[in-house]
């Protein structure tokens, strides 16, 4: 059975994971509703969690850009109909490319019209290409419409390669690419307090689920938003190696700001990355380090037009 309304009928269908919901992606997207809106149609968008590799192939399943709640607030600005999560399970992906799209595009979302991108496929082993798509389209009475790559820099943007920027802590790269700062969510908690000891006052915030990619390690300028508040900030990322066994941390410190904001939620923004983690002899040695990071923090706002806050 569906879980589309008894009405919906002749959808525009795209599939994919759609990690990091990245330029390229947004280009289908736009390409679906367009296509539904000239057409009185539905705009439908078929993804899966978890990751198809995390199920397929665990040992080579990468670290996800998007998690599935982060997605989902991406995802809700297109202005799609319907955007359907399936289950990806070990027997899902031995569906062959025809068993996918007897049952799930043409009985399940009563597909009038497949969106896909250049690269795609799908079924069990990725057997089902493009081509193999358009014949199964004339049997089923569906359209195949193909969407090319969105380029940056001369190549073809992709999550891999949005992943590889992040993992090296090129965050314009991966904002190149994404088309917004790359972003992570946490709850702040109390740490120790050695960063109020030290004159500089952090909140400290929990770590996000293991799936989740994380930027290189490193001080950050960030842009973090508190609710509707959104504000400039710096932001460790790693060890503490001045300070011998100290655990691995995510420490937010907010610009002019002082209020108590234990147990709230926070998106923080990666804008650039300001330097490497590295250890110094002295508490002492630290703060003068610290002081000059947000100098070099307030200096890249001033030149980056306060990181897109306006005040």
């Known amino acids: 059975m569906s879980g589309l309304p008894p009405h919906v009928r002749g959808t525009v269908v795209t599939v994919g994971t759609f990690d990091g919901v990245h330029l390229g992606h947004q ?38 850009l998007t998690m599935p709640n982060e997605k989902k607030e991406i995802l809700a600005q297109f202005d799609l109909d319907y955007v359907a999560f399936i289950p990806f ?11 996918f799209v007897e049952e799930v595009l043409v009985r399940r ?29 004339a049997v089923h009475g569906f359209e195949v419409s193909v969407v090319r790559g969105v380029e940056v820099g001369g190549s073809a943007i992709s999550s891999t390669r949005i992943r590889h920027a992040v ?24 740490g120790l307090g050695r960063g109020r000891t030290l004159g500089f006052p952090t909140a400290n915030l929990t770590a996000p689920p293991p799936d989740k990619l994380l930027p290189a390690e490193g001080i950050y300028a960030v842009r973090a938003s508190l609710g509707p508040e959104l504000l400039r900030g710096l932001l460790h990322l790693g060890p503490r190696p001045t300070f011998a066994g100290s655990p691995p941390t995510i420490e937010l ?14 998106v923080v923004e990666f804008l650039h990355r300001l330097r490497e ?5 002295t508490g002492e040695e630290l703060v003068e380090q610290m002081e000059r990071d947000l100098e070099t923090g307030r200096e890249f706002f001033a030149e980056n037009k306060g990181g897109g806050i306006v005040r």
């Open 277 to 281: 983690v590295r250890p110094f002899a």
């Open 89 to 99: 399970t070990i027997e899902f992906s031995r569906y062959s490319p025809e068993r």
């Open 27 to 64: 280009a289908i997207l736009r390409q679906i509703r367009h296509r539904a809106q000239a057409r009185d149609r539905h705009a439908v968008l078929l993804t899966f969690d978890p990751h198809p590799l995390r199920v397929v192939r665990p040992d080579a399943a990468p670290p996800l």
């Open 167 to 190: 993992a090296a802590g090129d965050m314009e790269a991966a904002a190149a690419g994404l088309g917004r700062p790359y972003s992570l969510r946490g709850t702040v908690i109390h």
């Open 253 to 266: 410190f907010l610009l002019d700001f002082d209020r108590d904001i234990y147990g709230e939620r926070v």
């Open 109 to 137: 979302l009563r597909a009038a019209e497949l969106v896909i991108g250049y690269d795609h496929g799908f079924g069990r082993g990725r057997a089902g290409d493009v081509d193999a798509l358009e014949r199964l389209g």
